[in-house]
Each structure stands twice: as structure tokens, then as C-alpha cells.
């Protein structure tokens, strides 16, 4: 589908002039009349969800897919918006009747009226402007994980949620699964004592990373809209292989592994010990050296590797360590799983099974849980004692699972804001533990920050080199103000400059 020629986009509307058009156009319909969309067959909203979809390949497929096999058949996809033609087309194809657009604000301009939420589903630097203006429309949103890219993102659209008072879902589906409940019946009922450690591993990253900028530069692909997909990053010449998957390595669109299945790794410990911020965070990344006359850091990418350690204090008082390992980085083998066994298998995502993603395991006074990402298969350590286990449910599952999380949003939507609980709301969880994510990536950030230096040294005389300042600090972290408090450099990760037209992000 060509692009139409008056397209905000094209006529270089700023995304002040989209929001002050796209709410007087939008003013009053909150819910869609019967009459607005009746001459296109669709039935009254109080039994429908229209939804309007930002994203439609890798996992936008996925969420869209969901919407459609809603058992109550509620979901309608109304709009489908994607700057790459390739991952658009199978979607159109899905849903003949969806009409497309190319930019989600000449989406949100021409169509706020007949549509009542939306589904985000893009690469990560982009999340936080579509998502706060979809809310500024009053219009309820599903954001992939993690909800941001920084840190002042996720303070911003927690607080949009509260203040438009719309039914908001982070794509972080763990949150809704059975085991979530199962582990809280566990903790409440005192099985495994007070936990004092946790363990947080995965196998990201599983695309680039650790590696200097390309200094090819490969004509971009006829059906990708490139300026629409830089969006809100700072203009840069197109890079080979970088869409659908590849960005996520470099900090510029992406926020590395931590970014992808940090919300789906930390957020049980989160939820379950309602952790809050945390106060200090530490650690050490594979791509540092620690010579001070080599460069060797590749600023503008995620490390291979990396270990850090969140330091957080529960409401009872209690301190608790949480350490986040990726690039394969795994904790030290347990007495409890047999010597012979792939202790990837016993303790992470699906038992038996070697297509391993991440884990969480627990570690109590009296005991040890684990379980795979997102809450998913706990179990009991050592396995044996899993057979004795009978503690009665206390919590409700939802029906489904992991996919009831995208109907449970869908049904909350149709209840109304207050209406209804959903399982990763943007207030009081997704955002909180949002920021607590990303920032594990401003101390990874934190170890490029350099100076130049010179030195006289006693073997090879006068050198120039650099200082690493930011290297293996414990950044101390004044969550609610959203600051480090011992180290001022760090705090240019919190907020970064949006590209001109493309922001600054105000409620």
C-alpha cells in the first residue's frame, strides 16, 4: 500500500500538533458509538473491543494472534500500522478488513474515533511516544516489555496511567501464569523460610552484541520506512541486518538482554516480594578491560555478558541481594540437582527441555524454589520434595494462563478503568519494576563513561590512555527521585533527547 501524500510524516507534523489535533478530534468519544461504526458492521462497544494495532511482525504477531482467539471473541482488530512492509503484509493478510497505515500518527489522527484501545509492539525507543499518546486519547494499552527505553520513561507513563485513568497491560504474559499463584501459596505458607538471595540468569543475548558501530553503509530495504522506524533516536544511516530482530543489541534503539527478559526474569521476585526500588546496584560486564591504556569498550553496544547485584529492602525490614547474570553466565551449580543433569533444564523454563531462555531461582532460609521465566514450572529443590508438596490454593488462576493475559486485558478494557484487575498494570508494578530494569543497563552504560589521561610511565615513559571512572562502583539509587546519589555521570542515562519532531515526551 503506497503512502499517502498529506501524512503527518510528510508534512513534518511535530508530535505537539498530533496530540493537539488527535484530542480535539478525539474529545468526548472514549467509548465508540453504535452510529460511528455501524455502517461498518462492527456491533456496540460495551461487547467489543476495536483495537488498533503499532506493530505487526515478531512479537506484535503474537499479541495480535491472541486478541483474534480470544474465547469470548471480543477483540476485533480494527488498524494495523507498521513502517516495514514484510512484517505487515502476513498480518493484512490475517485480517483483510484492518485497515493499514504506515505511521502510527496519521493512525491516531484520522481514526481515534473508532477504535477504543491500543497494542504496542515495536522496537524498544519508540515504546513510550506511542504508548502516552495513545493514553493521552484515553485509549486503553498493551506495551511490549519492557514498557521504556530509559529509565524516565517509565516514571512518565506510570504517571499517565494514573492520570487518564485507562486500562494499561505490559506484554510481560509470565505475570498471569499459574506458577505465579502456586509460588506466592509457597512463600505465604513459610515453605522455604525468609529468602535472602535471588538468582536471576538467562541465555541473552542471542543476537549481536559487545561489537563497534558498522562502518558499512547498505542502501535501505525497499518496503522499510526508515525515518518512521528512527522515530524518536537520533538520525543515523541505515545498518545491515538491523530490523526486524538485530537492534536490540545497540543501546541507541534497544535496551540489550536485560531489556528483552529482565521484566520475565525479575519480575516474580518483584511481584512476589514486592520489592520496590532498589538502593544500590553493582557489578561487571565481559566487554570491559581493565587496563587503563586500552580502549576496548564499544559504547554504542550492549556487553556479551554481564553480572550485577540489586540490593533492595522488603517492607518487613529485611535486605535482599538479587543477582541478574546473561551471556550464558549461569549461578554456581546446586548440591540439589543431580551431578548428571543439565542444570538449565531442572531449574529453568520448560522441564526436559534444552531451548533455554532464563530462570529465577529462590533462596530461603529453610529451602530453595525455582522456576522458568515469567513464573512458569516452580518447582522444589532438591525435585524430590515436589511429591509432598500440599499446600491448597489460596489464589485464583487465570483462565488460560499466559495466554489469559492478553484477554484479561482485553476483558478489563470492556469492564472499564477500576473495573477489573489485570495482572501487569503500568501502576504499582510494570512501571516500578521498568525502571528497576533498565537500570542495570545506565551501570553498563556507566562503565564507558572515560577520560583522557596521562601518564609517565617508569618502563615506557610518557603515555595517553583513558580513565574509566563509572567501572565497578555500587551505584547508590534514590528511586523515588530517580537519581544516582554518588556518582553524577550515570545520571545521563535516566533521560535521553528525543530526535527534533519527535518529542519532548509532557503529560
Same mark, same amino acid.
Given at each position: 500500500?503506497?503512502?499517502?501524500?498529506?501524512?503527518?510524516?510528510?508534512?513534518?507534523?511535530?508530535?505537539?500538533?498530533?496530540?493537539?489535533?488527535?484530542?480535539?478530534?478525539?474529545?468526548?468519544?472514549?467509548?465508540?458509538?453504535?452510529?460511528?461504526?455501524?455502517?461498518?458492521?462492527?456491533?456496540?462497544?460495551?461487547?467489543?473491543?476495536?483495537?488498533?494495532?503499532?506493530?505487526?511482525?515478531?512479537?506484535?504477531?503474537?499479541?495480535?494472534?491472541?486478541?483474534?482467539?480470544?474465547?469470548?471473541?471480543?477483540?476485533?482488530?480494527?488498524?494495523?500500522?507498521?513502517?516495514?512492509?514484510?512484517?505487515?503484509?502476513?498480518?493484512?493478510?490475517?485480517?483483510?478488513?484492518?485497515?493499514?497505515?504506515?505511521?502510527?500518527?496519521?493512525?491516531?489522527?484520522?481514526?481515534?474515533?473508532?477504535?477504543?484501545?491500543?497494542?504496542?509492539?515495536?522496537?524498544?525507543?519508540?515504546?513510550?511516544?506511542?504508548?502516552?499518546?495513545?493514553?493521552?486519547?484515553?485509549?486503553?494499552?498493551?506495551?511490549?516489555?519492557?514498557?521504556?527505553?530509559?529509565?524516565?520513561?517509565?516514571?512518565?507513563?506510570?504517571?499517565?496511567?494514573?492520570?487518564?485513568?485507562?486500562?494499561?497491560?505490559?506484554?510481560?504474559?509470565? #505475570?498471569?501464569?499459574?506458577?505465579? %499463584?502456586?509460588? %506466592?501459596?509457597?512463600?505465604?505458607?513459610?515453605?522455604?523460610?525468609?529468602?535472602?538471595?535471588?538468582?536471576?540468569?538467562?541465555?541473552?543475548?542471542? $543476537?549481536?552484541?559487545?561489537?563497534? &558501530?558498522?562502518?558499512?553503509?547498505?542502501?535501505?530495504?525497499?518496503?522499510?520506512?526508515?525515518?518512521?522506524?528512527?522515530?524518536?533516536?537520533?538520525?543515523?544511516?541505515?545498518?545491515?541486518?538491523?530490523?526486524?530482530?538485530? &537492534? %536490540?543489541? &545497540?543501546?541507541?534503539?534497544?535496551?540489550?538482554?536485560?531489556?528483552?527478559?529482565?521484566?520475565?526474569?525479575?519480575?516474580?521476585?518483584?511481584?512476589?516480594?514486592?520489592?520496590?526500588?532498589?538502593?544500590?546496584?553493582?557489578?561487571?560486564?565481559?566487554?570491559?578491560?581493565?587496563?587503563?591504556?586500552?580502549?576496548?569498550?564499544?559504547?554504542?553496544?550492549?556487553?556479551?555478558?554481564?553480572?550485577?547485584?540489586?540490593?533492595?529492602?522488603?517492607?518487613?525490614?529485611?535486605?535482599?541481594?538479587?543477582?541478574?547474570?546473561?551471556?550464558?553466565?549461569?549461578?554456581?551449580?546446586?548440591?540439589?540437582?543431580?551431578?548428571?543433569?543439565?542444570?538449565?533444564?531442572?531449574?529453568?523454563?520448560?522441564?526436559?527441555?534444552?531451548?533455554?531462555?532464563?530462570?529465577?531461582?529462590?533462596?530461603?532460609?529453610?529451602?530453595?524454589? #525455582?522456576?522458568? &521465566?515469567?513464573?512458569?514450572?516452580? %518447582?522444589?529443590?532438591?525435585?524430590?520434595?515436589?511429591?509432598?508438596?500440599?499446600?491448597?490454593?489460596?489464589? #485464583?488462576?487465570?483462565?488460560?494462563?499466559?495466554?489469559?493475559? $492478553? $484477554?484479561? $486485558?482485553?476483558?478489563?478494557?470492556?469492564?472499564?478503568?477500576?473495573?477489573?484487575?489485570?495482572?501487569?498494570?503500568?501502576?504499582?508494578?510494570?512501571?516500578?519494576?521498568?525502571?528497576?530494569?533498565?537500570?542495570?543497563?545506565?551501570?553498563?552504560?556507566?562503565?564507558?563513561?572515560?577520560?583522557?589521561?596521562?601518564?609517565?610511565?617508569?618502563?615506557?615513559?610518557?603515555?595517553?590512555?583513558?580513565?574509566?571512572?563509572?567501572?565497578?562502583?555500587?551505584?547508590?539509587?534514590?528511586?523515588?527521585?530517580?537519581?544516582?546519589?554518588?556518582?553524577?555521570?550515570?545520571?545521563?542515562?535516566?533521560?535521553?533527547?528525543?530526535?527534533?519532531?519527535?518529542?519532548?515526551?509532557?503529560?
Amino acid at each position: 500500500m503506497k503512502e499517502k501524500k498529506d501524512t503527518p510524516a510528510k508534512k513534518g507534523m511535530s508530535r505537539g500538533e498530533f496530540i493537539k489535533k488527535a484530542a480535539i478530534a478525539g474529545a468526548g468519544f472514549t467509548i465508540v458509538p453504535r452510529f460511528v461504526l455501524g455502517g461498518r458492521g462492527y456491533v456496540a462497544p460495551s461487547d467489543k473491543l476495536y483495537i488498533a494495532a503499532v506493530g505487526c511482525g515478531g512479537e506484535a504477531e503474537n499479541d495480535i494472534h491472541h486478541y483474534a482467539t480470544a474465547p469470548k471473541k471480543n477483540a476485533v482488530m480494527a488498524f494495523l500500522c507498521d513502517v516495514d512492509d514484510r512484517q505487515a503484509k502476513p498480518r493484512m493478510k490475517e485480517f483483510p478488513k484492518a485497515k493499514f497505515y504506515h505511521d502510527w500518527r496519521e493512525m491516531f489522527e484520522k481514526e481515534n474515533k473508532n477504535f477504543d484501545a491500543v497494542t504496542v509492539a515495536i522496537p524498544d525507543h519508540n515504546h513510550a511516544l506511542v504508548g502516552l499518546s495513545a493514553m493521552q486519547m484515553n485509549k486503553h494499552l498493551y506495551l511490549q516489555k519492557p514498557l521504556t527505553h530509559d529509565i524516565y520513561e517509565a516514571r512518565l507513563l506510570t504517571e499517565a496511567a494514573k492520570k487518564y485513568k485507562v486500562v494499561t497491560q505490559m506484554g510481560d504474559q509470565g #505475570s498471569s501464569c499459574d506458577g505465579m %499463584r502456586t509460588m %506466592r501459596e509457597w512463600f505465604e505458607a513459610g515453605l522455604i523460610g525468609d529468602i535472602e538471595k535471588v538468582y536471576c540468569w538467562t541465555d541473552r543475548p542471542v $543476537w549481536p552484541q559487545g561489537i563497534s &558501530w558498522p562502518s558499512a553503509k547498505p542502501p535501505v530495504p525497499a518496503d522499510l520506512k526508515w525515518d518512521l522506524w528512527l522515530g524518536t533516536a537520533q538520525y543515523v544511516d541505515y545498518i545491515d541486518n538491523l530490523v526486524p530482530f538485530n &537492534w %536490540r543489541g &545497540w543501546w541507541q534503539f534497544g535496551t540489550g538482554a536485560l531489556g528483552d527478559m529482565g521484566c520475565h526474569i525479575i519480575g516474580p521476585p518483584f511481584k512476589l516480594l514486592e520489592l520496590g526500588y532498589p538502593t544500590e546496584i553493582s557489578g561487571s560486564a565481559s566487554t570491559v578491560y581493565s587496563g587503563i591504556f586500552k580502549e576496548g569498550v564499544f559504547p554504542e553496544s550492549g556487553p556479551v555478558s554481564s553480572s550485577l547485584k540489586f540490593k533492595f529492602t522488603m517492607k518487613n525490614g529485611k535486605d535482599v541481594d538479587l543477582f541478574w547474570l546473561d551471556g550464558g553466565i549461569t549461578p554456581e551449580r546446586l548440591t540439589e540437582v543431580d551431578p548428571n543433569l543439565n542444570s538449565n533444564e531442572v531449574l529453568g523454563d520448560w522441564p526436559g527441555e534444552n531451548d533455554f531462555e532464563g530462570a529465577t531461582l529462590f533462596i530461603g532460609t529453610k529451602g530453595k524454589v #525455582s522456576c522458568g &521465566w515469567g513464573g512458569s514450572h516452580p %518447582r522444589l529443590l532438591p525435585l524430590s520434595l515436589n511429591k509432598d508438596v500440599h499446600i491448597p490454593e489460596k489464589y #485464583s488462576r487465570i483462565e488460560g494462563g499466559m495466554d489469559g493475559h $492478553w $484477554w484479561q $486485558w482485553v476483558d478489563a478494557c470492556i469492564a472499564g478503568y477500576g473495573k477489573m484487575e489485570v495482572d501487569s498494570p503500568f501502576v504499582g508494578y510494570a512501571g516500578p519494576l521498568t525502571e528497576t530494569v533498565l537500570l542495570g543497563n545506565l551501570l553498563l552504560r556507566s562503565f564507558n563513561i572515560k577520560e583522557k589521561i596521562k601518564r609517565n610511565d617508569p618502563v615506557y615513559g610518557n603515555m595517553e590512555g583513558y580513565k574509566f571512572s563509572g567501572r565497578y562502583l555500587a551505584l547508590k539509587w534514590d528511586g523515588e527521585n530517580m537519581k544516582v546519589t554518588n556518582y553524577e555521570p550515570a545520571n545521563q542515562f535516566i533521560k535521553r533527547e528525543y530526535r527534533k519532531g519527535w518529542g519532548p515526551l509532557a503529560l
